[in-house]
């Protein structure tokens, strides 16, 4: 299934608006060069881009997890439903809807699953049958998940523990989710799979996604609009059709060329063209 913006999510104002942001780690090391970017309401939003690009730092500095790892946005602003949130904690960002699920599946494997899930509803204050209703709508989403629910998290195959990362961060009701790698390591099935619930919890949720992804043709496959990014910058974006097209984008990211498939050797080497690095 591939995700089909519709005329709502077009016009939608941007529930997330970065303008401009640079990030430093160790007061040295500059990270981000004034990378810029939407995410609007209702709209799942690629950023794009080979390792060490920027991709994590850029939806850390969204969730505000940079300070754990002594990074910090030295410009720029970040807005969030109209509202600066770059100075808030990531206790206040989840209060108000906005989380991370991050690379790796950090499950709590002593957890069983379902414990692992009632952890992301932490934060509500909306008593315990409306939890346990949420709980029953996520097993709805992650049918897996209801077979394993007693089964230690730790012990659950990489697949599950995916699921049971964005389960639980579906249990904290978020406006948005920042998708961290949720294909790495996963086997093709399970990522199509993931893909496919992703795109669900978008359309029958309404949760606004920003997905960092190194797998370029299941990302845009999925999303409404995508970013690209370079060494710390964004340089080409679009609509996510637009890029699929694009011959650069073809070439150097899926392997393809107007003369057929290349081998990984030649796009691992393939120049990019300099209106890129602009």
């Known amino acids: 299934m591939t995700a089909v913006p519709s005329a709502q999510t077009q016009a939608a104002a941007p529930l997330l608006r970065v303008n401009n942001i640079e990030v430093i780690y160790d007061h040295v090391i500059l990270v981000l060069k004034g990378v810029s970017l939407e995410v609007p309401a209702g709209g799942i939003v690629a950023l794009l881009g080979a390792n060490g690009a920027g991709k994590t730092t850029t939806l850390k ?33 989840v209060r108000r809807g906005i989380i991370q699920v991050m690379e790796g599946r950090h499950c709590f494997g002593h957890l069983t699953v379902e414990e692992n899930l009632l952890t992301g509803a932490f934060s509500r204050r909306d008593g315990r049958a409306a939890i346990l209703a949420d709980l029953e709508r996520c097993y709805t989403y992650f049918p897996r998940l209801r077979e394993r629910r007693k089964a230690q998290a730790g012990y659950t195959s990489g697949g599950e523990q995916q699921m049971t990362a964005i389960a639980r961060a579906l249990m904290s009701r978020p406006k948005m989710m920042l998708l961290d790698e949720p294909s790495m ?8 799979e993931i893909f496919e619930i992703v795109v669900q919890l978008n359309r029958k949720e309404g ?19 995508g970013y690209i990014l370079e060494n710390g910058r964004v340089v080409m974006d679009g609509k996510a059709e637009d890029l699929r097209q694009n011959e650069d984008v073809k070439e150097f990211y899926l392997g393809l060329s107007a003369s057929g498939r290349k081998s990984y050797r030649e796009v691992k080497h393939y120049k990019r063209r300099k209106r890129w690095l602009a």
């Open 185 to 192: 390591g996963l086997a093709p099935q399970l990522v199509e």
């Open 61 to 93: 500095a969204v969730s505000n997890l940079l300070k754990a790892e002594r990074g910090d946005v030295t410009k720029g602003s970040i807005e969030a439903m109209g509202e600066r949130i770059d100075r808030l904690t990531a206790s206040d960002l």
């Open 207 to 225: 949760v606004s996604i920003l997905l960092a992804e190194q797998n370029t043709n299941m990302a845009l496959r999925y999303s409404h609009y």
